[in-house]
């Protein structure tokens, strides 16, 4: 995906909000996009969404699947989670939301109507419905993902922005909070003064990979806190099913 | 997934009750043109004054189901449905299920009720050509006064009625012939040259409609 020399305004007169941006993104790449409020990041991360269009420049590449989740979920909807999150899925042609709702502890509040739940809760449904559909070829958009989120839906969020840029997707994340910091292969992007700069890079060229782990019960917490120390990201799950015996076999990573 | 946005935004808007504010004032309005049964001859006539005047109802369902959803809600959907266009089109598309179904009824409803017998067919078809011809005015003038256009009530409430008067008085004097040309349409049904005048009628309508269709989809691209 690129984005050459793009600016934008809101109005013919109005003030640039950014101006002549250049940019490239990779494959699997996660941009952390930071800059005081109202320097203009939201409005980045809808023209990079495609929902708005550069008033001079343009942006190629963008992949198929788009998924934005707001700073503030729409909770004022007449629609159970459940429902809403459906009807998402039929507007994107997947159908279900997969193990989504359930990693981020969605599922028990699924029934509720979206209006009665919690700030964190309906910020999960943002979340999922974003996430609807394959991984691959992907563009996520998070505005300030973290916020309002408990620590065990902040570690899964980090894990599943990496394993959609360990696929291939691009995801770009809005985040005051830090919560990105333990994913390798980010790149840090600043915006300010209508310029979007590149900072500190984690390590930008190192591409991420998921590896399944399973053990006995008893050994999973020990297992994940070595792991964990040792800087990766660890997420323990009650295993649905052996591995194939075939994967056991191949050379490939998983172990 | 257009047509799953569409399904998406009409659950909205008749879960949020919005459809029940035009369709009181539609029924009254019939209520009230077919008070007194009109003759079945004269269903022309009736039917051009009911689709001159209900076009503000269209224009206010218009604006009510463009503005049920949330704000962000929109951009999310944009994203989902793969672009703003997407988006745009389904709206305007939900608007125009709805008011097809509220212009049914006023078509229908007389039929059953409203006149003394039942009027010829090329009548009937008359009504429901210029009650499509209101439909899209009134989905143009409600979308122009809806929130991305105009985020503050009290600029999009006076701007859909003031703009409904506008149409009307401006129909009465001659530049009302290459605006939407309401008065001719009640003028000529009554004179009983619909029939002939209907697609000169029916053509500055449609170009005017289109235009501010048009217009609003311009104003949309900065104004998710």
Known sequence: ?255 | MTVALIRFKLAAYTRSHRLLQPLFVLVLMLMIFYAVRAPADDAAGSYANSAGLLIVVFAWAARGLLDTEPDAQRVVSMAAAGGPRREITAGLGACAAVNTGLAALAVVVPLLIGFQGVPPAAMIAQGVLLHLLAVATGIALGALSSRPIMPSPAASMPALFGGFAALLLVSYTPVGAVLIPIMRWMRAANDGTLGADLPLLALPTLLWSAAGLVAYALLRRTRP
């Open chain 1, 1 to 255: 995906m690129r984005l050459s020399t793009v600016s934008f305004r809101y109005t013919r007169r109005g003030p640039w909000i950014l101006r002549d941006v250049d940019l490239d993104v990779q494959p699997g790449e996660v941009l952390e996009v930071t800059g005081r409020n109202g320097a203009g990041k939201s409005t980045f991360l809808r023209l990079l969404a495609g929902v708005l269009r550069p008033t001079a420049g343009s942006i190629t590449g963008r992949p198929a699947r788009v998924g934005y989740a707001p700073e503030t979920f729409p909770a004022g909807q007449p629609f159970t989670a459940a429902a809403y999150l459906a009807a998402m899925a039929r507007v994107r042609g997947v159908s279900g939301h997969g193990d989504l709702a359930d990693r981020l502890g969605l599922t028990p509040l699924l029934d509720r109507p979206l209006g009665e739940l919690s700030k964190g809760s309906a910020h999960k449904v943002g979340l999922v419905q974003a996430l609807l559909g394959p991984a691959e070829d992907r563009l996520l958009i998070l505005d300030e993902p973290f916020a309002g989120l408990d620590e065990r839906a902040r570690g899964e969020l980090a894990m599943i922005v990496a394993e959609v840029a360990a696929a291939g997707g691009v995801v770009v994340v809005s985040d005051h909070q830090g919560d990105l910091r333990e994913v390798t292969a980010r790149r840090t992007l600043t915006v300010a003064d209508t310029m979007v700069t590149a900072g500190a890079a984690g390590e930008p060229e190192e591409p991420l990979a998921v590896v399944e782990v399973v053990a006995a019960a008893s050994a999973a917490a020990g297992l994940a806190a070595r792991l964990r120390a040792d800087g990766h990201q660890v997420r323990v799950r009650p295993a649905t099913a052996a591995l194939p015996e075939a994967a056991e076999t191949k050379e490939g990573p998983r172990v």
